[in-house]
């Protein structure tokens, strides 16, 4: 039988972790193990599970999160690697649904992720989880049925995915010069989609992701984005992440002339953090919206100029 270890990434929110622990608790089949990277100084306090918890530390300043799913990845022990982040509650048959599909399948796994308003997880309860929980307007939803490969390594995120910890370890896990938050996802696609390891999305492997405030586009990690968007660059010929710099562009924070190094004109101020952050009735924070406000608001003000001008 294949045997599973569930990999998560951990710093702050402790109720967030405990709960993915108390989802993994309840699965029709239990993981093997769970490894915690914990990016902080102190080990989490977690509940008594059937199955062993394993905490490792992972020294870094910043968000080291390719460093620190590797190093998980390498002190695993099952056949499958299941990667789920701290935010997401397995649903019970999440670890049996990533076994069964990749009993065949030599690639990456994407399982479904469902979005959690505030207030969701006082009462543990599946069924109540179903009826609040949203799809994430810009992730587009499961097949029907079993797996269905994705055309576009874009499209891979590391909120909930799996592959076989041989294949994973062979093509050397994610570029550790990735540190802080952004890009490490799509340059671990792009390494896939040259190797010719195929992504698919599947029916099932759903997780719930909990609730916490957050800002999208992350005006609040402006410099490991940019940061990253030029290695990205640098690695393969074009940048990524171009949604949160056009936005970051239209916001007046940073240049971002093509052939030139992104330069970041101003700090995020306390407008555009009220503008980016997800609000306490929104299950998530979306790029796409904030966009919109902003296109809008250029817009107007063109129309303004340009009426100052036909008047004068």
Known sequence: MTSVSVVTLAKGRPDHLVNVVHGLVRQTRLPEELIVAVMQDEDYVLPDAPFPIRQIRIADAALPLAA?????????????????????????????????????????????????????????????????????????????????????????????????????????GFDERYCGYGGEDTDFGKMLDQAGVPIAWIKGGLAYHQYHPHHMPPVHHIDSVVRNAQLFEAKWGYRTMGHWLHAFRLMGLIDDTAGQPIRILRRPDADDLALTGQQSHQPYANTASVIRQLEAAQRRDARVEQGAVVAA
Do not use: K
Not at 96 to 101: E, I, K, P, S, V
Not at 120 to 138: C, I, L, P, Q
């Open 68 to 172: 620190a799913r590797n190093a998980a990845a390498r002190l695993a022990q099952g056949d499958v690697l299941v990667f789920l982040d701290m935010d997401c509650i397995p649903t019970p048959d999440l670890v049996g649904d990533y076994a069964t599909l990749m009993a065949d399948f030599d690639g990456l796994l994407m399982g479904e992720v469902m979005y959690l308003p505030g207030g969701a997880t006082r009462t543990w309860d599946f069924e109540r989880f179903a009826e609040v929980a949203v799809r994430h307007s810009d992730r587009r939803g499961p097949p029907p049925q079993g797996r269905e490969i994705c055309a576009d390594y874009r499209c891979f995120w590391s909120l909930n995915f799996a592959m076989r910890r041989a294949t994973f370890l062979d093509l050397g």
